[in-house]
């Protein structure tokens, strides 16, 4: 298998390039469920997408906060490996309170600075898939208790988790919103 080398982050500012082939059905079917999660926070307001409507701890600022840093941790880990992740199994208590809190839209913390983060973390996403050089490229997964043994990941296979990832998370939003005021995004 390839090593990813870490692409020039110029590349992927310049005019954005456009993906053709398995590329485009890859970014076709991201951005699908990326508008899925987003349409199912339209009209609602910061204290609406912070709102907690089941017995978890999910609202819908808070998916769109996390599915936004779930791409973006594995795109820095197509560009750069494992050393972009944290090491799961050297995490503290305080690391994972820092976790649990990217579930939450807090006080101060806006829906519109969620969705135009997500917006920005989904344009350098579509803009390096277009442009890396190899899908097939891979790193060893990061240290977690849920990555069995020494598994790799291409490129492809991290985009095809980042669109599991993105449809998973999207249904969560549909039932939070459902529960929150009858509208329903995908039913």
Known sequence: MNDITTLDRATTTEAAPVATGERADLLDMLAQQRGFLRLTTQGLTDEQAGRRTTVSELCLGGLVKHVAAVERGWVDFI???????????????????????????????????????????????????????????????????????????????????????TAQHSGHADIIREALDGAKSMG
Do not use: Q
Request: proline letters at 9%; charged letters at 30%; zero cysteines.
């Open 79 to 165: 560009l750069s490996g494992p050393s972009a992740m944290p090491d799961f199994t050297a995490m503290t208590e305080a690391d994972w309170t820092r976790r649990e809190n990217e579930f939450k839209l807090p006080p101060g913390e806006t829906l519109a600075g969620a969705l135009a983060d997500y917006a920005e973390v989904a344009r350098r996403t579509d803009e390096l898939v277009a442009v890396l050089p190899d899908l097939d490229a891979s790193h060893p997964l990061p240290k977690a208790p849920w990555f069995e043994g020494d598994v790799r990941w291409s490129a492809r296979r991290v985009l095809l988790h980042i669109v599991a990832e």
